[in-house]
Nanobody, 127 residues
Framework: QVQLVESGGGLVQAGGSLRLSCAAS????????MGWFRQAPGKEREFVSA????????YYADSVKGRFTISRDNAKNTLYLEMNSLKPEDTAVYYC????????????????????WGQGTQVTVSS
């Protein structure tokens, strides 16, 4: 089992920045692919970004490409999402997700591929 706890959300003005963190605990010695998803009110959960176990492969939704950066520190069992140039449409609850499955590139974007989820952290971007 893996437990995930997100932090770093908050209220920011458009154009601002936030850094989300996701601390993993439990069975973290094995290889975990990890990702960020978000869900805005009245909308379905959507893929934001993902990263392979070693961190050599990263994936981004088109809507955040060039503005968000995903990274991980395996020594600290922590996943990060650096969010810059935030827009009101980035407002959502952001969820950290993880899986031990060996994902092919096109599978990182699917939320059904992830077995472990955090409780989420709210990000609100005001205009």
């Amino acid at each position: 089992q893996v437990q995930l706890v997100e932090s770093g959300g908050g209220l920011v003005q458009a154009g601002g920045s936030l850094r989300l963190s996701c601390a993993a605990s439990g069975r973290t010695g094995s290889r975990l692919a990890m990702g960020w998803f978000r869900q805005a009110p009245g909308k379905e959960r959507e893929f934001v970004s993902a990263i392979s176990w070693i961190g050599s492969n990263t994936y981004y939704a088109d809507s955040v490409k060039g503005r968000f950066t995903i990274s991980r520190d395996n020594a600290k069992n922590t996943l990060y999402l650096e969010m810059n140039s935030l827009k009101p449409e980035d407002t959502a609850v952001y969820y950290c997700a993880a899986t031990f499955r060996r994902l092919s590139s096109n599978h990182y974007v699917g939320d059904i591929e992830y077995d472990y989820w955090g409780q989420g952290t709210q990000v609100t971007v005001s205009s």
